[in-house]
């Protein structure tokens, strides 16, 4: 007979409380993984962020400096002193900051392409904001193909997020964040992607490595006898038996081997500076870096004389990699959230002068813009970025 539990009342429904979703079935995930394609986010992730040093230094370059960009929230062109929507971007949930709701929407966009927001809201208003796994995500298209909702999986079950909102300031609950795809209407393209060849030749060439130093004495070739006739039986297994206690191994690495008896060694692989082992990794990293637009010499990859100096390579860094990223990430919050506060027109732009690598930039403009007495304080003001005053 089975056992079962004493009857119970039902306990009353308790009072309606802020919560993520998605939050119980996360819970019950229990180590289970779901099974992927080579090219998708589960591979992707292991085998780029979690094994190769390259693609995680650039993931952890570019998502950690775009949570430290500071925004300016606009509204109707102006900066109010104050604003819920500040506040709810400087702590999205009890659980995450500002910078670390970046770093993690960042991190997501460079591994699968795409970035996923959880607005929760309660009484009609949205009060926390939570990044929800992507590989864990899949588009439901409507009758016009465009997404009508999102179905998230974790432990075996499934929520629905529907899209079509009722009401006025109501937002959809899922805020879908891709880079551009040329082949997908619904899925961005990833960096890491792109950068498959080089991040499977730069793996290999370690694993390479890895197992020419377990076996750094092992014979790569082959020992001819020139003598009349074959070995016999017992000084096969003699040579052979030498060979794997004398000259295998790493504790036996460099020691010589000595031929005699009409043996001759004859190599049948490729050394390492016959294949050019590193500078074919340099390559690989070279490229994997190219990928995801930071510069091989803030990785200190050897080989790159791009830019004059550090300094420049850091500049070149932030405006054409981690400033894009912010201002679609800044774009993208801004126009799903803003018709939640039906104030006017909402943006969230990236404050310049709070960049340190573009400081000598900004000194020169706040400079030139200071010294031009036929612009009104207001027209300068617009010219530093800081909207009508």
């Not at 006898?225 to 790493?250: I, P």
């Not at 390559?283 to 994997?288: K, N, P």
């Not at 930071?294 to 850091?314: C, F």
């Amino acid at each position: 007979m089975p056992l079962r539990l004493p009857f119970r009342s039902r306990p009353q429904a308790p009072a309606e409380v802020k919560a993520s979703r998605t939050g119980g079935l996360v819970a019950l995930l229990s180590g289970h993984r779901a099974c992927w394609t080579p090219r998708d986010y589960g591979a992707l992730a292991r085998e780029g962020y979690q094994r190769n040093a390259i693609a995680h230094r650039c993931v952890r370059m570019i998502a950690e400096s775009a949570g430290q960009v500071v925004f300016t929230l606009m509204e109707a062109g102006r900066e109010p002193d104050s604003h819920p929507l500040a506040a709810l971007l400087a702590r999205p949930n009890p659980q995450m900051s500002g910078p670390v709701l970046m770093e993690a929407l960042s991190a997501h966009l460079l591994l699968s392409g795409n970035g996923y927001v959880e607005a929760v809201s309660l009484e009609g208003r949205v009060r926390e904001l939570h990044v929800l796994r992507p590989d864990r995500m899949r588009v439901v298209p409507g009758a016009d193909g465009w997404a009508a909702a999102y179905d998230y999986t974790a432990g075996g079950q499934s929520v629905r997020f529907q899209q079509e909102v009722a009401g006025a300031g109501a937002v959809p609950p899922i805020l879908h964040i891709a880079l551009f795809n040329p082949l997908d209407d619904h899925y961005g393209a990833p960096p890491l992607e792109a950068a498959q060849i080089a991040l499977d030749i730069h793996n290999a060439a370690g694993a390479w490595n890895k197992a020419l130093l377990d076996n750094a004495a092992r014979p790569s070739g082959a020992l001819v006898y020139g003598g009349a006739g074959n070995l016999s039986d017992e000084q096969f297994e003699r040579l052979k038996e030498e060979l794997e206690s004398n000259f295998s191994g790493t504790g036996n690495a460099g020691r010589p081997l000595l031929l005699e008896g009409g043996l001759d060694w004859r190599p049948l692989s490729l050394s390492p500076k016959d294949m050019d082992f590193l500078e074919a990794r340099n390559a690989a990293a070279r490229e994997i870096a190219l990928a995801f637009g930071v510069p091989p010499m803030l990785l200190g990859i050897p080989g790159d004389a791009t830019y004059a100096n550090y300094a420049e390579a850091n500049r070149v860094f932030w405006r054409q990699t981690v400033l894009p990223m912010a201002r679609r990430i800044g774009a993208a919050l801004a126009g799903w959230l803003a018709p939640a506060y039906g104030t006017g027109p909402l943006t969230l732009e990236p404050d310049l002068d709070a960049v340190e690598a573009l400081s000598t930039e900004r000194e020169a403009l706040w400079r030139r813009v200071s010294e031009a007495g036929f612009l009104t304080d207001e027209e300068k003001r617009q010219a530093v970025g800081y909207g009508v005053g």
